[in-house]
């Protein structure tokens, strides 16, 4: 089966916040993008709201349950109980856990699993007891140890940090030599019976060798790219660009 894609909104919530207008609407936007063909809505509503409001998360809620009860609602951020709320009154589909201090631009690493392995248990449980998917953030450096203390968790999912292959744009070696570790990382995750997504600087020119390595990708996270693309292509024709990228035959 393909990877599913679900359209990360930050990108467009931060180019809204540049001014007090609704525009352009992350709602209508994550409308178009569920109608061509995405998967889910991703966002990551960061304590400055910077970019994804608080407020944004009810009406997206709304949008998927009253107009695309199929697809599915994923909530990215650090485990803090201010978090951990929002997505009990939010109860998306999927959680996806990260390391990352509030203050960070973007996420940058994964759980080190050995020294925070413990402190995510109680809170994957907590989540799943809520009827949440937990997926945690892990670098892609093929570290199988590392896979199996994140198994213990309980999570359901490991995301792919697949930032460092998505900086090699400019250099095919490189990048070939960063796929191959996030496809023995994805590897070991299977062997332990964890699904496996992936998010960071994916692109349509990057995604159809990673898909290779790895078939069973169940899901990529994408904001950047393909806000950068919808730009140019108009955000229902990127979306579609982005599922053949994915392995879809449209």
Known sequence: MPAKLSVNLNAVAMLRNRRDLPWPSVAHLGRVALQAG???????????????RFSDLPVLRAL?????????????GYPSEDFLLLCERTEPEQVTLVPDDPT?????????????GEMLKP????????????????????????????KATGA????????PYGGCFDDPAKGREQMELLGRTADAAKAEGLGVNAGHDLTV????????????????????????DALEFGMAETVRRFRRACGEAL
């Not at 998927?64 to 990215?76: H, L, Y």
């Not at 359901?156 to 930032?163: A, P, Q, S, W």
């Not at 995604?207 to 904001?223: C, D």
């Open 38 to 52: 995405a998967y889910g809505l991703t966002v990551h509503p960061r304590p400055d709201q910077r970019h994804i």
């Open 104 to 116: 960070q631009a973007t996420s940058d690493h994964g759980f080190n699993f050995r020294t925070q």
């Open 64 to 76: 998927i349950d009253d107009e695309f009860p199929q697809t599915e609602f994923n909530i990215e």
């Open 123 to 150: 809170i994957v449980a907590r989540l799943k007891a809520k009827g949440m998917r937990v997926s945690l953030f892990a670098d892609g450096d093929g570290d199988e140890d590392a896979v199996k203390l994140a």
């Open 205 to 228: 020119a990057n995604l159809p060798a990673l898909v290779k390595r790895i078939p069973y990708l169940a899901e990529v996270s994408i904001g950047h790219g393909l806000t950068a």
């Open 156 to 163: 359901d999912r490991i995301e792919l940090y697949t930032g």
